[in-house]
């Protein structure tokens, strides 16, 4: 429905905003004015018509007043009047737009806005982000491992692995030190062998490798807890929901490669190495969360403790960390 200064516009043909709020303007003053002369001329009526009821009982004086009182009403009322409502007396809750050149961007002079019924839409947002949970490192973790602990969680957190299982696997197969080389050439914290160190750059399209980079407390962390995630991944158990068979699985294809893992999932023995270091790595997983380990006795028992002594020997820090 169009209001007052629409039609004030139509009329005079202005398209001048200011000029169509001075006429608004006059014209709404000459409409209260109208109304309220419409108001006491029909009461003067009124009372015309009781007093000749009253005092004369003359019915044609009676009738003449009726005609009166509602003649002078309505022809002092506003143009407008009984359509939308005059201007300044819009219902509440409905507001006029202030007069501006109608574009593109501004409302034109015929919207309203209904103030009661329109809800503000706040903006969209991005979903906050979930809360990062705090690791609870197993109490019995040997210094020369918890030293590297920050590399284990990011790399952890990155590659989707629970980052205590990359701590324990720093530990079974270096005791924490970055320096630590077997015989057969795995190298690093993780102990990675570089022809699985080239298979790994090539999958994650890095290019070649120098294998000397695995010394890197970072690069052999990285892609320690790369190939552990695909470990479990392709030998994770679907019902498991501590990980715990999937944890031993994955360690034996760490460890003796994903052929001896396939073969020991079909009913074929493990070798011994690989058997005990799914012993090792599965009894401290199971005990991540006890004051002390069992399993962690056993393996310092059977020869890890040599590690130990040398990751502490060797004392490399991680660059920005205090000895």
């Known amino acids: 429905m169009r209001d007052a200064r629409s039609y004030l516009d139509a ?3 202005d ?58 009403t309505w022809a002092t009322a506003p143009a407008w009047y009984g359509q939308a409502g005059p201007v300044g007396s819009a219902p509440r809750g409905v507001v006029f737009a202030e007069a501006a050149p109608p574009s593109e961007a501004t409302p034109t002079r015929e919207h309203v806005v209904d103030v009661e019924t329109t809800t503000t839409v706040p903006a969209a947002t991005e979903p906050p982000e979930p809360p990062v949970e705090a690791i609870v490192w197993p109490a019995w973790m040997p210094d020369t491992v918890m030293r590297w602990a920050s590399l284990a969680e990011a790399s952890g957190r990155q590659h989707g692995v629970d980052p205590v299982l990359v701590a324990i696997v720093v530990l079974v197969e270096s005791g924490g030190s970055p320096t630590a080389r077997s015989h057969v050439g795995a190298t690093g ?21 120098d294998p000397a980079t695995l010394s890197d407390p970072t690069v052999c962390v990285d892609f320690g807890a790369w190939y552990l995630s695909k470990q479990l991944q392709a030998f994770g158990a679907l019902d498991d929901p501590d990980w715990q068979t999937s944890v031993e ?9 994903p052929g001896t893992a396939g073969k020991w999932l079909r009913g074929s023995a493990l070798p011994n190495e690989t058997a005990a270091y799914v012993r090792w790595v599965g009894g401290m997983w199971r005990e991540r969360r006890d004051p002390t380990s069992p399993t962690l006795d056993a393996w310092r028992a059977a020869g890890g403790q040599v590690l130990l002594d040398r ?9 920005g960390e205090a000895w």
């Open 189 to 209: 914290l993780m102990q990675v062998m570089p022809a699985t160190a080239g298979d790994i750059a090539s999958q994650r399209g890095m290019g070649p490798i």
């Open 249 to 257: 699985r994955a360690a034996a294809a760490y460890n003796g490669g």
């Open 15 to 72: 398209d001048q905003p200011g000029v169509t709020v001075a006429l608004t303007e006059l014209g709404e003053a000459v409409a209260a004015l109208g109304r309220l002369l419409g108001r006491a001329l029909r009461h003067a009526g009124l009372v015309l018509i009781a007093l000749a009821w009253i005092h004369r009982r003359d019915l044609t004086m009676v009738a003449l007043g009726a005609l009166a009182a509602s003649l002078l």
């Open 11 to 13: 009329a005079t043909g």
């Open 311 to 319: 990751a502490d020997a060797a004392r490399v820090v991680p660059q």
